[in-house]
């Protein structure tokens, strides 16, 4: 039986891996970062859907700072249908602002300026997940839509959150959780 008292004490640093249920929708075959979840509700970016029109310079011109990496930019993430606009970054904790939230041991979340700026200056963290947007849901929605097997839920690494490639990332967690993504179905029973 599904407690929820324990889901909303640990759905903070879960990836949400979406089940066919939600075919034909937004979500679909998307994986979600967890960066909190408490009695009011809660929030995720989407780590494994990059958006092909939209990069990292782009976001710094539109801020006026003028990219001068010398490495390779961040991937930027569809993160979610809420406050598209806004930048949320997900991040190894070599990197710090004020700000910063610790979402897990070793997964920060900072959503500023400053860190465009960092990384535009080649002093943003190791490792990232640029998102813009994010998802969110109100207090006891999320618990609903797992009780109505729409997500299944893995604990967060940062190693799969940060190097697995982007178009593997679904079918890589769907397999840590024993399935296989092609031929799950959204119908639980016993055989």
Same mark, same amino acid.
């Given at each position: *039986? ?14 949400? @891996? ?15 970062? *967890? ?7 809660? *929030?995720? @970016? ?21 990219? =001068?990496? $010398? ?25 710090? =602002? ?7 041991? $070793? ?5 500023? !300026? ?5 990384? !535009? ?12 947007? %994010? ?18 839920? =893995? ?14 990332? %679904?079918? %890589? ?12 179905? $959204? ?5």
């Amino acid at each position: *039986m599904l407690q929820t008292d324990s889901i909303i004490n640990t759905l903070q640093n879960h990836f949400l @891996v979406a089940t066919t249920s939600l075919n034909d929708s937004i979500f679909e075959r998307t994986v979600i970062y *967890m960066c909190t979840h408490d009695e009011n509700g809660a *929030m995720g @970016v989407i780590v494994n859907r990059p958006l092909n029109s939209v990069s990292f310079t782009d976001i710094a011109d539109s801020m006026g700072v003028k990219p =001068l990496i $010398d490495k390779k930019p961040p991937t930027i993430f569809n993160g979610g249908p809420v406050d598209k606009n806004r930048g949320f970054v997900v991040h190894s904790p070599d990197y710090k =602002l004020k700000n910063s939230l610790n979402v897990g041991q $070793d997964i920060s979340l900072s959503a500023t !300026a400053d860190i465009v700026k960092d990384i !535009a200056v080649g002093q943003g963290p190791q490792d990232m997940a640029f998102c813009l947007g %994010y998802a969110g849901w109100s207090a006891g929605q999320l618990e609903q839509e797992i009780v109505e097997n729409s997500w299944l839920v =893995l604990q967060a690494d940062a190693d799969t959150l940060f190097h697995v490639e982007p178009q593997e990332k %679904y079918d %890589y967690c769907t397999r840590r959780i024993g399935l296989n993504a092609l031929n799950f179905s $959204d119908t639980i029973g016993l055989a």
